[in-house]
T-cell receptor, first 114, second 115 residues
Framework: DTAVSQTPKYLVTQMGNDKSIKCEQNLGHDTMYWYKQDSKKFLKIMFSYNNKELIINETVPNRFSPKSPDKAHLNLHINSLELGDSAVYFCASSQEGPLRREQYFGPGTRLTVT | DQQVKQNSPSLSVQEGRISILNCDYT??????FLWYKKYPAEGPTFLISISSIKDKNEDGRFTVFLNKSAKHLSLHIVPSQPGDSAVYFC??????????????FGKGTKLSVKP
């Protein structure tokens, strides 16, 4: 019944490794997002995908790449992990409409790079 | 250059009283505003939103007020309950070219409701 799910919930890895975080939504939404919550607790948009097209791409290092195999999934791949990548990553989804812009969030993935 | 500011990092309120959480923004292009609630180790949960064409939106115990001239919005919770204890995030969005814009979040206010 979970609307937006992410796996894994916790991820501990070493610098230089490549890792992926998976996200799935069963709400039938057409846009999905990735956010990063850093140590200062700011939630910042990283990417969004609408109908398999990247429509927002903030100033995120190209070591981060979103991959969307279908409308219900948006996975986040991170290459050559760095200490500064340690954060909580949230996936979200929304259904675009003229009057509503709510986004629905997953539970988050806490990434720790050692 | 924070476009959305929540200047109170924490707020403590007695159960049954009103909680008022404040949010200021700087970007005059923002035309949609949202409040999210977040418990530890969980994702933000959508609470209530308001379009810039309105100045008030109410949903049960939650009311959001928007003052566009002051670029200020507030969330009122009445009566406050211990289960309302959480971090509350204010977010804003601008509609560029007919597409949904980014949600820009404030830093959050931690609300504690004491029994």
């Amino acid at each position: 019944d979970t609307a937006v799910s992410q796996t894994p919930k916790y991820l501990v890895t070493q610098m230089g490794n490549d890792k992926s975080i998976k996200c799935e939504q069963n709400l039938g939404h057409d846009t999905m997002y990735w956010y990063k919550q850093d140590s200062k607790k700011f939630l910042k948009i990283m990417f969004s995908y609408n109908n398999k097209e990247l429509i927002i791409n903030e100033t995120v290092p190209n070591r981060f790449s979103p991959k969307s195999p279908d409308k219900a999934h948006l996975n986040l791949h991170i290459n050559s992990l760095e200490l500064g990548d340690s954060a909580v990553y949230f996936c979200a989804s929304s259904q675009e409409g003229p009057l509503r812009r709510e986004q629905y969030f997953g539970p988050g993935t806490r990434l720790t790079v050692t | 250059d924070q476009q959305v500011k929540q200047n109170s990092p924490s707020l403590s309120v007695q159960e049954g009283r009103i909680s008022i959480l404040n949010c200021d923004y700087t970007n005059s292009m923002f035309d949609y505003f949202l409040w999210y609630k977040k418990y530890p180790a969980e994702g933000p949960t959508f609470l209530i939103s308001i379009s810039s064409i309105k100045d008030k939106n109410e949903d049960g115990r939650f009311t959001v007020f928007l003052n566009k001239s002051a670029k200020h919005l507030s969330l009122h919770i009445v009566p406050s309950q211990p289960g309302d204890s959480a971090v509350y995030f204010c977010a804003a969005s601008a509609n560029y070219g007919g597409s949904q814009g980014n949600l820009i979040f404030g830093k959050g206010t931690k609300l504690s409701v004491k029994p």
